[in-house]
């Protein structure tokens, strides 16, 4: 089974700060995705990156794949509260299944 | 908007008792996927479906079983619910993959399943 390891679980910060979370793997993935998830509520997706090395920018969030395809960031700037939420990275392994990693929960506050 | 519609957002179950959690699709997606979700522990893939009638264990199938008759519903079945089974429920579904395509996941609103 494949494995994503996420850190920080836990990340409370003040609007306005920057802050990174990470994504690693063992395994190669074909691609990877990150999602958001606010409570009460199922994960939205919020991007996809399939090339090593790729960068995608969605507004204040950058996402990173590295370049061996086994790991990825998300780096958030001046963070906001609407920002808060559950952040989930997937990888894609066989056909068309995700493997989810454990989380990195995010709250960021006034 | 398309969606992933799960009919019951909270449910209490004894033990023992036969549980259905239903979900409903409106996208024409040929894949859906059962997963449950625990603090700590991430999304564990329980089953998916790539089409009617067609099923696949996941990584945690014990315990559990589906159901796929019509492209647009997967059910998950909870053949003797037990307290460990107390979890978050969700259903997700995808287009198939097209040559050089990954499409991301339309997930359900959950179902929160307490079993006592």
Redesign the interface.
């Given at each position: 089974?494949q494995l994503?390891e996420q850190s920080p679980?836990f990340l409370s910060i003040q609007e306005g700060e920057n802050l990174t979370v990470y994504c690693n793997s063992s395994s190669v993935f074909?691609?990877l995705?990150w999602?958001r998830q606010e409570p009460?509520?199922?994960?939205?997706?919020l991007v996809?990156v399939?090339t090593g090395g790729e960068v995608k920018k969605l507004k204040r969030l950058t996402f990173q794949f590295g370049d061996a395809r086994k790991d990825s960031s998300l780096h958030i700037t001046a963070a906001q509260p609407g920002d808060t939420g559950l952040y989930?990275c997937?990888g894609?392994g066989t056909?068309?299944?995700?493997t989810?990693?454990?989380?990195t929960r995010l709250q960021v506050t006034l | 908007d398309v969606k992933?519609t799960q009919s019951s957002?909270y449910l209490v179950k004894r033990t023992g008792e036969k549980v259905f959690l239903e979900c409903v699709q409106d996208m024409d997606h040929e894949?859906m996927?059962w997963?449950r979700q625990d603090p700590?522990?991430?999304?564990?893939?329980i089953y998916?479906s790539?089409d009617v009638k067609m099923k696949e264990k996941?990584?945690i199938p014990e315990g559990y079983s589906v159901s796929r008759e019509k492209k647009e519903r997967f059910s998950l079945i909870l053949e003797s619910a037990s307290t460990n089974q107390t979890s978050m429920y969700?259903c997700?579904s995808?287009v198939?993959?097209g040559e050089g395509g990954?499409y991301?996941?339309?997930?359900?609103?959950?179902t929160r399943l307490t079993v006592v």
């Open positions: 089974t994503l679980q074909s691609s995705q999602y009460g509520e199922g994960p939205v997706l996809t399939v989930l997937a894609a056909a068309s299944k995700l989810f990693g454990t989380g | 992933v957002r894949n996927f997963y700590g522990l991430g999304l564990r893939l998916f790539y996941g990584d969700l997700a995808r198939r993959t990954f991301g996941y339309t997930f359900g609103s959950g």
